[in-house]
């Protein structure tokens, strides 16, 4: 493909790259120099310089809170930058806008698409470039560039269809084209397969690796370390919002990466040993869940989950996992009681605080707002779940015993706070999560539910949740992993079920299945086969009656 097209159809023009020496270097395709960012006291981004070659895959990695989406979007104009220049192609810009950006050849994928779901994929695509005043002939124009580009990279993709009716994946899609169509020439995507099954994933690496070969630039921002050893040639790790390394790909490692990710040596691998299933703690019986407007979001749902196993739910987000976890934590109740049995108690009219004081303990999805109220002490949120471990006595509450189970929950878990009277707001993401997770554990619960427990939490904290999880099934504990992390389900599960539109697949025992298998699931593949879910789970795979 021409590396310099020019502006045609109504859409912007790449800069072009200037003449460089003889046996010079050459011109980075992107390169940073010196950026700094703060909001307010948040020192986001500390004199970065970064450099990023033409014709090449560039990973960005980092914690969450790193910094690294922050510099990205000051690439692309979200941000403006409080010092620091962007050079593209060896010359400097001025990016104050997106369309600056686009101008100079940057695209940008969000996680959390930016298309109008009640347009076509035609329409979103030229929306803003039309191409002049008479739309008919700047669609048609558009169609045939966007067949050529869909050919041409493998990014087929109905055009008349209307945005709301694809798949995420589909979106995806829709969002690289919109940038090519523009004549991006580096491509950012920001944790890109975060929606997308195992295969979509691959299929959006092949086509990666096909856009690094006809010479253009993709700076992929992911925090999965295997995404980053497959498909990237050099790779840029980012810790407290400074570059704290830079490495060719081949010439390091996921442990070498994950240490200096988090500045310390890290666990990645946790002790598994075989399960030793017990009776059935929770049962679950043709549930169905619906939201405010009436449309079933969990339909005919049931399994069961014994004492000392884990059962994951992988799925791809917005299938019915909220609306799911909601009904079993008690944050839903239902119309039938007996439509969920916690303890051999049926339970679906019973609130959250009644089936807690069954045995229950739940790590919600939402850190902020549901696992923890942000304003309030670690001390006041450790009360609010854990009340019941000695810390009322006739109606008051002994201050120091709550304390203490804080202050012991952060010695447990390594949580970085200024003590058990820091605010729950003032902890990053990572830290709350292990006092969440801590907070629960420590009640000594029956049956625990955990929704993405490691989200947003580094390398090493990763590891250390999820062997405290495989602790408590090796204790007798019932555990649910609800989880948009394939590795990490297989990694501490015993067997595997999928959501789908809202249905659950049968199971399947994680020794006896693989990503591909669980991929074609998350893709819906078990619905139009006439499983619906009516199964319960039994970690060797089978049906328990």
């Known amino acids: 493909?021409?590396?310099?097209?020019?502006?045609?159809?109504?859409?912007?023009?790449?800069?072009?790259?200037?003449?460089?020496?003889?046996?010079?270097?050459?011109?980075?395709?992107?390169?940073?120099?010196?950026?700094?960012?703060?909001?307010?006291?948040?020192?986001?981004?500390?004199?970065?310089?970064?450099?990023?070659?033409?014709?090449?895959?560039?990973?960005?990695?980092?914690?969450?809170?790193?910094?690294?989406?922050?510099?990205?979007?000051?690439?692309?104009?979200?941000?403006?930058?409080?010092?620091?220049?962007?050079?593209?192609?060896?010359?400097?810009?001025?990016?104050?806008?997106?369309h600056d950006a686009i101008a100079a050849g940057i695209g940008m994928v969000h996680q959390h698409f930016m298309l109008v779901e009640n347009f076509t994929v035609l329409e979103n695509v030229v929306l803003g470039v039309e191409g002049g005043a008479l739309l008919a002939g700047g669609l048609g124009h558009a169609r045939g560039e966007l067949e050529k580009l869909a050919r041409d990279y493998g990014l087929e993709v109905p055009l008349d269809t209307v945005v709301a009716e694809l798949p995420v994946g589909l979106q995806q899609r829709v969002e690289i084209l919109k940038a090519l169509y523009r004549r991006a020439e580096i491509l950012i995507l920001d944790e890109p397969t975060a929606v997308l099954t195992p295969q979509e994933a691959d299929?959006?690496?092949?086509?990666?690796?096909?856009?690094?070969?006809?010479?253009?630039?993709?700076?992929?921002?992911?925090?999965?370390?295997?995404?980053?050893?497959?498909?990237?040639?050099?790779?840029?790790v980012m810790r407290q919002g400074a570059v704290v390394g830079e490495v060719a790909t081949t010439a390091t490692s996921p442990r070498e990466l994950a240490e200096k990710m988090v500045g310390r040596a890290v666990l990645l691998q946790v002790e598994k040993g075989p399960a030793h299933p017990g009776?059935?703690?929770?049962?679950?019986?043709?549930?169905?869940?619906?939201?405010?407007?009436?449309?079933a979001r969990v339909k005919g749902v049931s399994f069961a989950l014994r004492a000392g196993e884990i059962v994951g739910?992988?799925?791809?987000?917005?299938?019915?996992?909220?609306?799911?976890?909601?009904?079993?934590?008690?944050?839903?109740?239902?119309?039938?009681?007996?439509?969920?049995?916690?303890?051999?108690?049926?339970?679906?009219?019973?609130?959250?605080?009644?089936?807690?004081?069954?045995?229950?303990?739940?790590v919600p999805e939402e850190r902020l707002g549901r696992g923890a109220v942000p304003e309030m002490s670690l001390t006041d949120n450790a009360l609010l779940?854990?009340?019941?471990?000695?810390?009322?006595?006739?109606?008051?509450?002994?201050?120091?015993?709550?304390?203490?189970?804080?202050?012991?929950?952060i010695r447990a878990y390594g949580v970085k706070a200024g003590g058990p009277d820091a605010a729950a707001r003032s902890l990053s993401g990572g830290n709350l999560q292990k006092f969440i997770v801590g907070r629960e554990i420590r009640q000594q619960p029956k049956m625990m539910i955990a929704a993405q427990p490691t989200w947003g939490v580094d390398v090493g904290a990763a590891a250390q949740i999820r062997q405290a999880l495989l602790d408590l099934r090796d204790n007798g504990v019932a555990v649910l992993v609800v989880s948009e992390e394939l590795d990490e389900l297989f990694e501490i599960c015993d067997c595997l079920a999928v959501i789908a539109q809202g249905r659950l697949s049968d199971p399947k025992a994680v020794r006896e299945t693989n990503a591909e298998e669980i991929g074609l699931l998350m893709a819906g593949s078990f619905i139009h086969k006439g499983t619906e879910g009516q199964h319960a789970v039994s970690p060797a795979g089978g049906m328990a009656v």
């Open 385 to 409: 779940t854990a009340y019941r471990q000695g810390m009322v006595t006739r109606g008051f509450v002994r201050g120091g015993v709550v304390r203490e189970y804080a202050a012991e929950t």
């Open 313 to 362: 739910i992988a799925g791809v987000s917005g299938n019915g996992q909220k609306e799911l976890m909601a009904a079993l934590s008690g944050e839903r109740t239902l119309a039938e009681a007996d439509t969920i049995t916690l303890l051999g108690t049926p339970c679906g009219r019973m609130d959250a605080a009644q089936r807690r004081a069954l045995g229950f303990a739940f």
């Open 1 to 98: 493909m021409n590396d310099d097209p020019g502006s045609a159809g109504g859409r912007p023009a790449n800069l072009r790259e200037g003449g460089r020496e003889t046996g010079a270097p050459p011109t980075p395709a992107l390169e940073l120099r010196g950026i700094d960012k703060r909001f307010g006291a948040v020192h986001a981004n500390r004199g970065i310089s970064l450099s990023v070659a033409r014709g090449s895959v560039h990973g960005l990695i980092g914690e969450n809170g790193a910094g690294k989406s922050t510099l990205m979007n000051i690439v692309y104009g979200f941000h403006r930058a409080d010092a620091g220049e962007i050079l593209v192609r060896g010359r400097r810009v001025d990016i104050h806008a997106p």
């Open 279 to 295: 009776g059935a703690l929770l049962t679950v019986e043709n549930l169905e869940v619906r939201d405010r407007l009436g449309v």
């Open 203 to 236: 299929q959006l690496f092949r086509m990666l690796r096909l856009l690094r070969d006809e010479g253009k630039t993709v700076i992929l921002v992911t925090h999965k370390l295997r995404e980053i050893m497959a498909v990237t040639d050099r790779v840029t």
